[in-house]
């Protein structure tokens, strides 16, 4: 049965399996005072790519969000690009990392992000991105790579510095239907 559906359609579960765009696959919540968040068993074969939706509720300091799979402490590349508020352009990246830095300038009052992961679980290497964020002083996109052709299952998000309390993590796969 072809999408969208109409009222009274009879709906099998290939209709539906095809048509659902985000499927939830696993949420972490995180606790008071953390330093990272794991979220294992995320990544499998059912889906090739992800949606990692981070909200927390505050931070003890002001830092840098990181993003990594979990199992692999290196080999991660990322560039950052982004405008202050009044029109300077701004930059950063790293060539070689233990993280993917995605977001900078984080608030203590909480704050909010969707990672999108490509092929975490196949054994190839992996993408993220492109992540945008804001902060008070500017708005920036952030993209990263990560050059292992491994398999992974979870992901790992921390702030640089201090730790987050409250909120969750969710992690959601692409249908490739």
């Given at each position: 049965m072809a999408f969208p559906y109409s009222s009274g359609d009879v709906l099998t579960a290939t209709d539906l399996n095809q048509s659902s765009g985000l499927v939830l696959v696993k949420t972490q919540t995180i606790g008071s005072g953390?330093?990272?968040?794991?979220?294992?068993?995320?990544?499998?074969?059912?889906?090739?790519?992800?949606?990692?939706?981070?909200?927390?509720?505050?931070?003890?300091?002001?830092?840098?969000?990181?993003?990594?799979?979990?199992?692999?402490?290196?080999?991660?590349?990322?560039?950052?690009?982004?405008?202050?508020?009044n029109a300077t352009v701004l930059g950063g990246g790293s060539s070689s990392d233990s993280w993917i830095s995605f977001a900078g300038g984080q608030s203590t009052a909480g704050g909010g992000y969707h990672v999108p992961i490509f092929n975490p679980y196949l054994a190839k290497p992996t993408t993220f991105g492109p992540i945008a964020w804001v902060d008070s002083g500017s708005a920036n996109t952030t993209n990263g790579y990560h050059t292992n052709s491994t398999s992974y299952t979870g992901v790992v998000v921390a702030p640089s510095a201090g730790t987050i309390t409250g909120g969750h993590v969710n992690v959601y796969g692409y249908n490739n239907g």
């Open positions: 953390v330093s990272s968040v794991t979220v294992t068993g995320a990544f499998s074969a059912t889906f090739d790519n992800y949606l990692v939706s981070v909200n927390y509720d505050s931070a003890s300091v002001n830092a840098v969000m990181l993003i990594r799979l979990d199992g692999s402490t290196s080999n991660y590349k990322w560039a950052r690009v982004g405008t202050n508020y």
